[in-house]
């Protein structure tokens, strides 16, 4: 009876996630991103949203324009010009050295060029996740993947959650046996370099000094590799026309993108913090998180329970956050649902919360209630949890990327 009792719990909650994520996807879909016509949504934006800079930003740099990418007036103009209408604004905010990987997607019509960007980048994500499951549970881990609340948000709008996700995820499983790929994949993983605040510490506490020299090379080379193209005055540009527009957007603190951002500077400033007393408020936050997954995943040789921490505590240490940037800790919540780790039934309302936030801030943040921020918090403190737990298994049951025989 029991056994009975706690299948059908597991079935409720298996059904539950992925209804709650439509249900909550639906009404944003309707007013915010629904096809108008002429390739516009009905905001006016073009359908893919952010995408359209990983189309355009190649295709003027390699025709000339590359410091275009650095004015912003100009590159507004020369985006609404490339469209052929007046496109509400945009600005570039990648290492050049992403310029050769766009150009791929630049050589494509922009609706086939965004299918692949879609597409393949979620497949990739899905193979990391999912090479982490049981077999039997693969299919329904796909599923919830593909529903999940943050890859939703990025498969609308045209985000780089799938790759960052990818390369996070997939570096932190393979920090044991495959030293030299998780340097790789960090590497990589500068072109969002807020999304790897974290790893420089973590990885120093588990003395993984392959990794973080592999790391090092990784991103040297990657941007030396552009300085015969660039030279040095585009970098220096990126430098301080990105880093002054990204802090000019926390300071006004105005605008849509506000709807969207799921850190804890901006759970602060949506309940009438000023910059300062939040930007007070996210490094409490951050020190707390760095200090705390450095100690747990000293805790655990699982490397999907050590994959969760970090993954947890990454958008609770940058305040430059978003929801499109939770693709990881989707995955975290995946790995949960279909028994990877452990599901405590007395954690539910927070992994039920978390799995919702990416969604349910673009209807709290407006209302100056940025909840979202509590959510991801109560689950890294879950996380931490499992990391110290005594049933964590040795070594876990880590698959394919975490296993000797791929290394």
């Given at each position: 009876?029991?056994?009975?009792?706690?299948?059908?719990?597991?079935?409720?909650?298996?059904?539950?996630?992925?209804?709650?994520?439509?249900?909550?996807?639906?009404?944003?879909?309707?007013?915010?991103?629904?096809?108008?016509?002429?390739?516009?949504?009905?905001?006016?934006?073009?359908?893919?949203?952010?995408?359209?800079?990983?189309?355009?930003?190649?295709?003027?740099?390699?025709?000339?324009?590359?410091?275009?990418?650095?004015?912003?007036?100009?590159?507004?103009?020369?985006?609404?010009?490339?469209?052929?209408?007046?496109?509400?604004?945009?600005?570039?905010?990648?290492?050049?050295?992403?310029?050769?990987?766009?150009?791929?997607?630049?050589?494509?019509?922009?609706?086939?060029?965004?299918?692949?960007?879609?597409?393949?980048?979620?497949?990739?994500?899905?193979?990391?996740?999912?090479?982490?499951?049981?077999?039997?549970?693969?299919?329904?881990?796909l599923i919830a993947l593909m529903l999940a609340p943050a890859c939703l948000i990025n498969a609308i709008g045209g985000q780089n959650g799938f790759i960052s996700a990818s390369l996070l995820i997939g570096g932190l499983l393979c920090i044991d046996r495959r030293p030299i790929v998780a340097g790789l994949l960090f590497g990589l993983l500068t072109f969002k370099p807020h999304l790897g605040l974290v790893l420089p510490f973590v990885l120093v506490a588990l003395g993984a000094w392959r990794v973080i020299a592999v790391a090092a090379v990784t991103a040297i080379v990657l941007v030396a590799a552009t300085l015969p193209w660039t030279g040095i005055e585009p970098w220096r540009l990126y430098i301080e026309v990105t880093g002054s527009h990204q802090t000019h957007l926390l300071e006004r603190f105005h605008g849509f993108y506000t709807v969207m951002m799921a850190s804890v500077f901006a759970g602060a400033r949506t309940f009438g913090l000023g910059y300062q007393a939040a930007m007070a408020v996210q490094a409490i936050v951050s020190v707390t998180a760095i200090a705390t997954a450095c100690w747990a995943v000293r805790q655990t040789t699982d490397p999907c329970r050590r994959a969760v921490v970090v993954a947890c505590a990454v958008p609770l240490i940058s305040p430059y956050a978003f929801n499109y940037d939770l693709t990881a800790v989707a995955a975290s919540l995946v790995w949960i649902l279909t028994g990877r780790l452990p599901w405590r039934p007395s954690f539910t309302p927070i992994y039920l919360f978390a799995w919702l936030a990416p969604t349910a801030m673009m209807y709290l943040n407006p209302s100056g209630l940025g909840l979202a921020p509590l959510a991801l918090i109560a689950l890294y403190g879950t996380a931490v949890y499992e990391a110290a737990a005594r049933d964590a298994p040795e070594g876990g049951r880590a698959l394919r990327l975490g296993t000797p025989s791929a290394a």
């Open positions: 009876m029991m056994d009975a009792t706690l299948q059908q719990s597991d079935l409720g909650r298996r059904v539950l996630y992925p209804i709650c994520s439509l249900a909550l996807i639906a009404p944003l879909v309707w007013w915010l991103y629904w096809p108008a016509g002429n390739g516009l949504d009905v905001t006016g934006h073009q359908i893919g949203r952010d995408f359209l800079n990983n189309w355009v930003g190649p295709q003027l740099a390699y025709d000339g324009q590359l410091l275009t990418l650095f004015d912003l007036d100009a590159y507004h103009a020369a985006i609404s010009r490339i469209f052929g209408q007046p496109l509400p604004f945009h600005n570039w905010g990648y290492p050049l050295f992403t310029m050769p990987f766009f150009w791929l997607f630049a050589q494509l019509p922009y609706f086939w060029a965004l299918a692949v960007w879609t597409v393949g980048l979620f497949a990739i994500f899905a193979a990391v996740t999912v090479s982490q499951v049981e077999r039997s549970q693969r299919p329904y881990a």
